[in-house]
């Protein structure tokens, strides 16, 4: 069903939100979940690229199908999103979360707390390209709750 917006209309800045960050293969703490539980009640779609399915046997190689997908439908996901939440769980690695920083960095919302190993390169890219960074989640999540409110 077609939605007709015209200019008289006012306009979310946000309407998709991506969680990218840590994952490291299912094996970190499942922040993904406490963020979907917070923005519940909010009018946005959420893109949450962890899934309950994951078989860690998947070769992580292009011609795996399952893996590719995957690759594929996250960035096709982030591409779409008008907000990505980068979250640098402390003792994670994340090098995946660390290359998306750098293709995305125009609609970031990064969140770092101490206790990530590369804290300091985060604090420096997220300053010098002006990236808005946050060091706490719940601190995070109230801010995409405030992006999620603005309007055009």
Known sequence: MAIIIYPTNKVKKVERIFLAGTI?????????QQVIEALQEEDVIIYNPRRPDWDSSWKEDI???QFNHQVNWELACLEKADLVLMYFAPNSKSPISLLETGLFKEKLLVCCPEG???KGNIDIVCQRYNIQQIDDLEKAIEEVKKKI????
């Open 24 to 32: 490291d293969m299912g094996n970190s703490v499942d922040w993904q």
């Open 63 to 65: 011609h795996e199908p």
């Open 116 to 118: 990530f190993y590369k």
């Open 149 to 152: 409110k603005e309007e055009f």
